[in-house]
């Protein structure tokens, strides 16, 4: 069975900078598209951003040219750079496909506050 473990949230101050990490256990990561998702307190999970088998990258219109997505498949992670983080990017983040069919980790909470 796949699991899977994110990793990397923190708190930080407004402007600040993290980077998650999303690990799988078996191979399930090739030639599979990814994605980081995001829950805030009171609100539905949504999805932040993708990564398809070709490279091909897509994010919401809050977090474009911020987040970054990207893969290592040798290593089986998923990652997601954040950058000029925002009050209300705190959230607890996910990773899962697209379609989010796998079963969900426990996820990384990531709060931006002063």
């Known amino acids: 069975q796949v699991q899977l473990v994110e990793s990397g949230g923190g708190l930080v101050q407004p402007g600040g900078s993290l980077r998650l990490s999303c690990s799988a256990s078996?191979?399930?990561?090739?030639?599979?598209?990814m994605a980081w998702y995001r829950q805030a307190p009171g609100k539905q999970r949504e999805l932040v951003a993708q990564?398809?088998?070709?490279?091909?990258?897509d994010y919401i219109d809050s977090v474009k040219d911020r987040f970054t997505i990207s893969r290592d498949n040798a290593k089986k992670t998923v990652y997601l750079q954040m950058n000029s983080l925002k009050p209300e990017d705190t959230a607890v983040y996910y990773c899962?496909?697209?379609?989010?069919?796998?079963?969900w980790g426990q996820g990384t909470q990531v709060t931006v506050s002063s």
């Open positions: 899962n496909w697209p379609s989010g069919a796998l079963a």
């Open positions: 078996g191979s399930f990561l090739g030639p599979y598209s």
């Open positions: 990564i398809n088998t070709r490279g091909v990258i």
